[in-house]
């Protein structure tokens, strides 16, 4: 991870050439003093046998001229890279400029899936008191839509670390690994070397851009760390988790490299100088604390909260290196910061996830909204005159689904359109790119003949009737269901929706005749029973308004997100000519 990122020819001088390269991202840069052209990869590089030619398509050229390549030249080699780049391409409308978005915002929601957006719409119009039907989610305004394929390199229906490493790095890879190819083994730190992928996020920090990452939930799980980490194993988010061959090989935990992503960065590319990820908000206090009672924050209900057993705190080591920064862990201390006063925000609100938005107001210390904490990342970060990176997700929209609970998956998915909005309010669309997505679905159903405006965490209602339309085998349903999981809960009014591990599953038909279905406790059937409800396997929805939203039409590899934005912010571009001025 020490190699320089520009050609340079025998007497060191860097060289200007034209790559046959997607229009959409100058990645390569042919290289000449009689020596065979090629291109520094300076973090690994993917070796895919099954790409044939190791350069772009010949019908693909580079705009504009560049003295070298920020990105991995062997990333070319990747065809679903290049397929998915020839599509942006295709997409560029004549007025369409290179680099017209000074800022970037993508806002993932983890499982939200089409029907989880049409019942989650539903929700809000009704509790707004409307049918439900003819309400418009945040994102439903946005200008640009498209439908993302969502399937893994080796996963039909898949995982968020595999999905959100196609929409941060262009490159679909395997379920279960961070920003690295399909070329290694899952939990083999070996092959990890070689195998890593340059992501969005970096691309803006090399920019000199500011970069944010806020989620729900921890934010060492799989889609935020997918945005600063490198691992073959997601699940390896503290060093206690790592097992002990892979830490002697020297693969290290995600907490870990959040903490050092400046160095690393830097170390990546001699001579740069970057000032690291200006905001972290969400979730996953454990990972970052010693497991030591001494180290409990104010609101953990764990008798010891930290799960880190090198004795580290990096709570305390970010603090060192950021001492103009705020860490924060409650309300008080988020309500406090003055965005134009703080040049870095770390806020861990939990030690595990944040609370589901049911629930939020029960949290002990409190925790901000992510509508809250989308204006207060962009109020930080939108003073750089260079722009920034944001990402957003919501989390625990996936851990509802997972839960088989639609009241929190919905609950969550509608505070979802609030951070949207709050963006959207806070941003001018002439500058900023706003892309709205998902990684995955779930096994969420919309189903049955309800009339319209039949309340959607109701029985069905058919067209005509005013009682509930009764099955085949006589007992009521309910218009949204799961294929698989857990199964029905009546836990009242409970808005702890992981409570429902607790139990047995209860899968297949139960008489909801005398059961309040629109409580929050209610927990929906489902006809496969299993431990946890699934992911689902359709294409997700994308949503796009600002320079390069155009980009984001027609049903894409879901790593075609990754070049809209680049091309949008010019983000490997920018990022090359400030390598060039080193």
């Keep these: 991870m020490n190699k320089m990122l520009l050609c340079m020819s025998s007497d060191s001088t860097p060289l200007k050439s034209l790559a046959s390269l997607m229009a959409v991202c100058c990645l390569l840069v042919a290289c000449s003093g009689g020596q065979e052209n090629q291109s520094t990869a300076p973090i690994g590089s993917v070796n895919d046998s099954d790409n044939g030619d190791n350069g772009a398509p010949e019908n693909l050229a580079l705009p504009f001229e560049l003295s070298g390549s920020v990105m991995l030249d062997s990333m070319l080699a990747d065809e679903a890279y290049v397929a998915s780049a020839d599509s942006v391409d295709k997409a560029i409308s004549p007025s369409a400029i290179r680099g017209t978005a000074k800022n970037i915002i993508l806002f993932i929601g983890d499982g939200m899936g089409i029907s989880t957006v049409t019942a989650a719409r539903i929700l809000e119009g009704q509790r707004q008191g409307g049918s439900g039907e003819e309400n418009v989610l945040s994102w439903g305004a946005m200008p640009f839509a498209g439908l993302a394929k969502t399937y893994n390199v080796n996963a039909q229906t898949a995982d968020s670390a595999g999905t959100m490493t196609a929409i941060m790095t262009g490159v679909k890879t395997d379920a279960g690994v961070i920003s690295v190819d399909a070329d290694v083994q899952f939990g083999n730190c070996s092959s990890q070397s070689g195998n890593e992928l340059v992501g969005a996020l970096e691309l803006a920090e090399i920019a000199g851009m500011s970069t944010g990452i806020v989620s729900t939930a921890r934010i060492t799980h799989a889609t935020p760390a997918v945005t600063y980490a490198k691992s073959v194993n997601r699940g390896w988010e503290n060093d206690a988790l790592i097992p002990d061959s892979a830490l002697t090989q020297g693969c290290t935990d995600i907490a870990s490299q959040l903490i050092g992503f400046e160095a690393r960065l830097e170390a990546a590319y001699p ?10 908000m969400g979730g996953g206090r454990r990972n970052f604390l010693p497991a030591s009672e001494a180290f409990n924050s104010n609101d953990t209900l764990s008798p010891i909260e930290g799960a880190r057993a090198d004795g580290l705190d990096l709570t305390a080591q970010w603090q060192s290196l950021y001492p103009q920064g705020a860490y924060i862990t ?8 003055e965005a134009n006063d703080i040049p870095q925000i ?25 509508a809250q904490m989308t204006t207060k990342a962009i109020d930080v970060l939108d003073n750089n005159q260079r722009g920034y990176f944001l990402t957003i997700e919501a989390g625990r929209i996936d851990h509802a689904h997972h839960a088989g609970s639609a009241f929190g998956a919905l609950t969550d998915t509608i505070a979802f359109s609030d951070a949207v909005q709050a963006a959207m309010d ?10 709205v997505t998902a990684d995955h679905s779930h096994v969420f159903t919309m189903g049955g003949i309800a009339k319209r405006g039949n309340p959607i965490l109701g029985l069905s209602v058919g067209i005509g009737q005013s009682t ?9 349903y309910t218009t949204l269901a799961y294929a698989n999981g857990l199964g029905f809960r009546d836990f009242g009014e409970n808005t702890n929706f992981d409570l429902t591990y607790t139990e047995a599953a209860a899968a297949g038909r139960k008489d909801l005749s005398v059961v309040d279905t629109v409580s929050s406790g209610f927990h929906q059937e489902a006809m496969v029973s299993l431990s946890a409800e699934t992911h689902g396997g359709e294409d997700v929805s994308i949503y796009a308004q600002g320079p390069g939203a155009s980009l984001i039409t027609g049903t894409v590899e879901q790593s075609v997100i990754f070049h809209a934005m680049e091309f949008a912010a010019d983000l490997a571009g920018r990022a090359n000519a400030a390598l060039g001025s080193q």
Excluded: K
């Design 330 to 337: 409650d309300t008080a201390g988020f309500n406090a910061i």
């Design 426 to 435: 806070a941003t001018d669309s002439s500058d900023t790119l706003i892309i």
């Design 468 to 476: 509930p339309t009764l099955a085949l085998d006589g007992l009521p």
């Design 271 to 280: 001579g740069l100088d970057v000032d690291g990820i200006e905001v972290v």
């Design 346 to 370: 770390m806020g861990l609100f939990d030690e595990s996830h944040m609370e589901y938005e049911a629930n939020r107001a029960n949290d002990l210390a409190g925790e901000p909204s992510l």
